[in-house]
């Protein structure tokens, strides 16, 4: 299931704000925050330039946002998961 639009939006802006706001510019070199969206899942990673390949960055996996319907209330509820020292080697 994909998140709504509205809240797809909604989300993409509070997070492109707070990535940017969180990385100061004179490191942006060597370290980038960022977020994807998959389904109803969003991740936020933290990514790093390859101590091997140096053209190549590292993502390390910092928070999954889930959207779950809550059906007794009929709204939904976000679920967090951490995935603690996850390193996706991408």
Request: net charge negative; aromatic share 12%; charged share 25%.
């Amino acid at each position: 299931m994909a998140l709504p639009e509205l809240i797809h939006t909604l989300v993409e802006s509070k997070l492109k704000t707070y990535c940017e706001n969180l990385v100061p510019p004179e490191v942006r070199d060597r370290v980038r925050l960022s977020y994807r969206f998959r389904g109803d899942s969003i991740t936020l990673f933290e990514e790093r330039p390859s101590f091997t390949e140096s053209d190549t960055w590292v993502e390390f996996l910092w928070l999954n946002f889930v959207l779950m319907p809550d059906y007794r209330s009929g709204r939904s509820i976000v679920q967090t998961e951490i995935p603690v020292g996850t390193n996706t080697g991408k």
